[in-house]
């Protein structure tokens, strides 16, 4: 092993998504003496970012109350229209808005590219002299001698698919710092080592997920109407049980922003989230504003779903979790970028407090209580039965119980009641309880394969470097994840990453595609025995996500 080379710094931010950034330049907008480094993972800034997105700005407005006026993205499309429906398999009503509570209201809300505002934060970071740092993924974390978070090692380069150093092989940087600030997003490799070693989910509820899958659309004009919103929920997923929604977001420039949430706690095994994605796509509500249209872009991402009572401790020896890596989304709103990067900033404030100080290392208690005394802990509390109500009582019950605990929160009546949650792997069951669901083929029109729309999210690793999935026990997969579940690692990745080949007189073999992955983490929250472990890919890799 090459010497490794050191970078010393006053705060490294592993994660360069609104979250990451926020804390970044509210750093900056503290002490603009402080030496910041923000390591991400994707080819550039805003790579792996993808999202609906409808966004509440109050994030914003905190970071930069003159954001409007600035050229940033997120300005150009206000939403001016909201609409949710509930589907059945070829019809639909109107929920009215009477039935909603004010917190699910998008008046004032912008629609847009989510990757594109993080690329505008990227930018505004730089300009305060953060040094951003794409295509370099944190892949270690280093502790001192009393335990405390040190900083971060990033990931090798060079190494090929059997261990060994090919000829452009260089190591990983060591990025020291005073305070490690995780911003990786949801089910971030770092996160789940921070989790483990400090024992950060000791008082809280695990964390569950969704599996959000997007399509972006040009669509005929004459369809198009900048500003509305549409949610959808009921079909498809309610003919299997299962539970999620639908979203369509007019932005601009002509294009849509289509996707489909299934809920992970999903237990047939034979739900495959991105083909009930292409089904809903296909009701005639949907399939209205598609036809005449063109797919542009695909991507996949893990959505954290548990809420407020699985939000961990927020604060460790010489570090920090922000955003997703937390767990701030508010699921009945479909939003967390605003709760990400008042995150972020609360983290800085009190990072570039203990700094001023003469501290380091320390743990940054009041920066965890400040999160749970802000407006971040007031929306999330007023929503904190809604996942797991419609997760223990179904779509239709529980949709009814999870609207009136919010109504009642909403007037301060509600029942002191956190409901639980169980881990989503927990709930996939045999898959001899269960009958084989037949889904439509794709008509490269509306619907189409998998792979055909991998290619979409222009996806690319280095071919010759070790699989970044890692299976601990193979044997385990084969007779447990085959044998016992029908292999639903073939269905819930939305990459087709992994293969079960089958051929007469030989053992199935598992096959990894890990050139497909979408960086999604699917696999490491759904798979049955929590065998497959995802780490960092060598730097760069992964999807590269125009305009998501």
């Known amino acids: 092993m090459s010497e490794r080379e050191s970078m010393p710094c006053d705060v490294v931010i592993v994660g360069g998504g609104p979250a990451g950034l926020s804390a970044a330049i509210k750093l900056k907008q503290i002490n603009e003496e ?53 589907l059945t398999k070829t019809g639909k009503w109107d929920m009215p808005h009477l039935m909603l509570p004010p917190l699910m ?56 698919e059997d261990g060994s150093q090919k000829g452009d092989f260089q190591p990983g940087m060591e990025i020291h710092a005073k305070y490690t600030v995780f911003a990786e997003g949801a089910r971030g490799s770092l996160t789940k080592v921070m989790k483990e070693k400090f024992d950060l989910e000791a008082e809280c509820q695990p964390q569950v997920y969704g599996l959000g899958i997007k399509e972006l659309w040009d669509i005929a004009p004459d369809k198009h109407e900048p500003g509305r919103v549409i949610h959808t929920q009921g079909w498809p997923l309610s003919e299997s049980d299962s539970w999620g929604g ?11 922003a289509l996707g489909f949430v299934t809920a992970l706690d999903y237990k047939n095994p034979y739900v495959s989230p991105y083909q009930e994605f292409q089904r809903w796509k296909a009701h005639p509500a949907i399939r209205e ?59 800085a404030e009190s990072i570039a407090a203990a700094i001023a100080g003469g501290s380091e290392k320390t743990e940054l208690s009041d920066y965890d209580s400040a999160v749970r005394s802000s407006w971040i802990a007031d929306e999330l509390k007023l929503v904190q039965n809604a996942q797991p109500a419609v997760a223990k009582y179904g779509g239709d019950i529980g949709t009814v119980l999870a609207g009136a605990d919010m109504w009642m929160r909403t007037l301060k009546i509600g029942l002191p009641i956190k409901m ?128 998501m």
């Open 246 to 256: 639908g979203f369509l977001y007019h932005q601009a420039n002509g294009q849509v």
């Open 289 to 347: 504003y598609l036809e005449g249209g063109k797919r542009v872009a695909y991507g996949a991402r893990a959505i954290n779903e548990g809420g407020w009572q699985s939000v961990p401790k927020l604060a460790f020896p010489g570090g920090a979790l922000v955003g997703c890596a937390a767990g701030f989304v508010n699921v009945p709103r479909i939003k967390g970028s605003h709760t990400a990067m008042k995150s972020g900033m609360l983290a």
């Open 34 to 86: 402080l030496e910041v480094v923000v390591l991400e993972k994707g080819s550039e800034i805003g790579a792996h970012i993808l999202s609906g997105a409808v966004v509440d700005p109050k994030g914003l407005d905190e970071l930069f109350p003159e954001w409007r006026d600035m050229d940033c993205p997120m300005a150009e499309t206000p939403v001016t229209d909201n609409w949710h429906w509930a």
């Open 420 to 547: 639980k949650h169980k881990p989503d792997y927990s709930y996939t069951g045999r898959a001899d309880l269960f009958r084989p669901i037949d889904y439509p083929k794709p008509d490269n029109e509306i619907t189409f394969d998998r792979l055909t729309n991998v290619a979409y999210s222009y996806t690319n690793h280095a071919e010759d470097q070790p699989v970044h999935l890692q299976v601990k026990d193979l044997e385990l997969q084969r007779t447990s994840e085959l044998a016992t579940f029908g292999g639903p690692s073939s269905r819930y990745c939305p990459a087709g990453v992994y293969e079960w080949i089958e051929e007469e007189g030989k053992e199935p073999k598992f096959q990894i595609n890990s050139q497909n992955c979408v960086h999604c983490k699917t696999c490491d929250i759904k798979d049955p025995n929590q065998n497959i472990n995802w780490v960092t890919p060598e730097g760069g890799g992964g999807p590269n996500y125009p305009n």
């Open 105 to 160: 209201s998008n008046n004032g809300c912008y629609t847009g590219s989510l990757g594109n505002l993080t690329r505008w934060l990227g930018e505004q970071a730089e300009g305060l002299g953060v040094m951003v740092f794409p295509g370099f993924p944190a892949s270690e974390v280093m502790f001192d001698d009393s335990g405390a978070v040190s900083g971060v090692i990033t990931q090798d380069m060079g190494v090929a």
